[in-house]
């Protein structure tokens, strides 16, 4: 068995990286979407945090948190996250009597500065064009690409492929 430890510090900025249970799609229709919204809306309010970036794909999401100062508990927050939104659905029960609908455990990576915030910021913005699901990030509904684009801190055509490959790279 792996000895996996995470790494929490107070006030901490986070890349995750959480993904449904054998890659179902869990994310396929704006109801589940929004589903997955109220249950980070319930947490905040219990637990707060500040959502920086995110984008939702049909069986894997990613997001970039702060957590408050002196707090640096987000293994609690997701899952308390991940049994809100699981109580909303209904889903296969698997032999432990936990529902089919995540991943036992998540990805976390700890950002060391702004250069690593952006880079994985146009991580997180590009990752529907990345898996096919279209040409540009700004037609993904279920992405803060376009509240970046309206800070001023992208184009709305950044990002993508075109025919001669990858384009738009990096932050405006």
Not at 46 to 59: H, M, S, W, Y
Not at 83 to 108: C, H, L, M
Not at 110 to 119: A, G, N
């Amino acid at each position: 068995m792996s000895d996996y430890r995470r790494l929490y510090i107070p006030g901490g900025r986070y890349f995750f990286t959480l993904v449904a249970y054998r890659r179902q799609p869990i994310f396929t229709d704006e109801q589940r979407v929004m589903l997955l919204r109220q249950a980070f809306r319930e947490v905040k309010n219990k637990r707060p945090f500040d959502l920086l970036a995110e984008v939702v794909l049909p069986n894997h999401l990613h997001c970039l948190w702060r957590l408050p100062k002196g707090d640096a508990d987000f293994s609690t927050r997701w899952q308390m996250v991940k049994t809100a939104f699981s109580r909303r659905i209904p889903a296969n029960v698997k032999k432990d009597g936990s529902k089919a609908i995540w991943q036992p455990r998540f990805y976390e990576h700890c950002l060391r500065d702004e250069s690593d915030f952006h880079k994985h910021l146009d991580y997180i913005h590009n990752n529907p064009v990345k898996h096919g699901l279209l040409v540009l990030p700004g037609e993904w509904s279920y992405s803060s690409f376009k509240c970046f684009v309206n800070l001023g801190w992208s184009a709305q055509d950044w990002g993508g492929y075109s025919r001669y490959g990858r384009y738009g790279a990096g932050i405006v």
